[in-house]
């Protein structure tokens, strides 16, 4: 079967709410050289995968369904679905029905028109919750300090991908993936496309605070040596901070020689430099702990079943 100019990868999580519906959005869409939908549910607990077997039989465009053999996360999910496709551009989009179908495809030709290997959906106006927005925002400013992008150039998970991107983003199997971050590292052929956003139809975000912090910890960690250089600032700032202290009892010892120093001051800058070592240690853990699982080659992601609609036949 030859090629699609565009595939629409969708990562799904307990998405069968509103998977059929944007589905049958993206089906009734005109691509010229045609186009193709990548399901992946990832280890959904509800009906999600039942769903996706019924549009197989229904849809009239060309569907490939993954199903993970448990939860990986979505950018795990991600790249699972971009060794599958074919398209010459591939969109991510999300699962919720929050972004247009049709402002995928002016992607989609922004990125063609415009030779770029990825292109970035950034929302007029989000309708996110109020502490989603927030937890967004600050992400963005993560990414601006860690990731070597131009500062306040948006990342969003709403994207359009070249095929040849797609491929050597799919050559990555790290345990911890972090897609806008890997895409920094390959290109800089990259572009930004403000669209609309509309209200989640049905369900809630998938996305916890839990999920967040992971993704922010993959932010940080798989992508710099930073917080470990801020440890060292930290330590240097400690050892300078010692010093002073040190320098003032003795100073105080030897203007008045009856002057007693209290433990509660001893005790409160013990806290304070065990609590600095602790973060730090803590921090050395978790690099090493990453380094562990990936050498021991923690899975990226693992694939139960793959099945394709008759329009692949």
């Not at 600095?276 to 990453?290: A, C, D, N, S």
Request: charged share 20%; aromatic share 8%; hydrophobic share 45%.
């Amino acid at each position: 079967m030859n090629s699609p100019s565009l595939s629409f990868l969708i990562p799904l999580y307990n998405s069968a709410e509103t998977i059929a519906m944007l589905v049958h959005e993206i089906a009734a869409l005109s691509i010229e050289g045609g186009h193709e939908i990548v399901l992946v549910d990832d280890g959904s607990s509800d009906q999600t995968a039942e769903v996706c077997r019924q549009l197989l039989a229904e849809a009239p465009v060309p569907i490939t369904f993954v199903s993970h053999a448990r939860n990986f996360g979505e950018h795990n999910a991600v790249l699972t679905g971009l060794r599958l496709a074919r398209g010459s551009y591939i969109v991510t989009i999300d699962d919720d029905g929050q972004n247009p179908p049709a402002e995928a495809k002016r992607l989609y030709e922004f990125a063609r028109a415009q030779k770029l290997d990825v292109v970035f959906a950034r929302h007029t106006e989000k309708q996110h919750s109020a502490w989603r927005n927030l937890t967004s925002a600050l992400h963005e400013k993560i990414s601006d300090w860690i990731l070597d992008k131009p500062r306040g150039f948006y990342v969003s998970t709403f994207r359009c991908i070249s095929g040849w991107l797609s491929q050597e983003l799919g050559k990555n199997t790290g345990p911890f993936p972090y897609i806008d971050g890997l895409i920094l590292q390959l290109t800089q052929r990259i572009g930004t496309l403000e669209v609309s956003h509309k209200k989640r139809a049905a369900g809630k975000s998938g996305y916890t605070l839990r999920k967040l912090v992971r993704l922010w910890l993959s932010t940080i960690l798989n992508f710099s040596v930073m917080p470990l250089r801020l440890a060292s600032v930290l330590g240097i700032a400690t050892i300078g901070t010692g010093l002073i202290g040190m320098g003032w009892v003795l100073y105080v010892c030897v203007k008045d020689q009856r002057a007693v120093l209290g433990w509660e001051s001893l005790m409160a800058v013990f806290l304070v430099f065990s609590g600095i070592q602790l973060m730090i240690f803590g921090l050395i853990g978790e690099y090493l702990g990453r380094l562990v699982q990936t050498i021991n080659q923690r899975p990226q992601s693992v694939v139960r079943e793959v099945a394709r609609s008759a329009e692949w036949a």
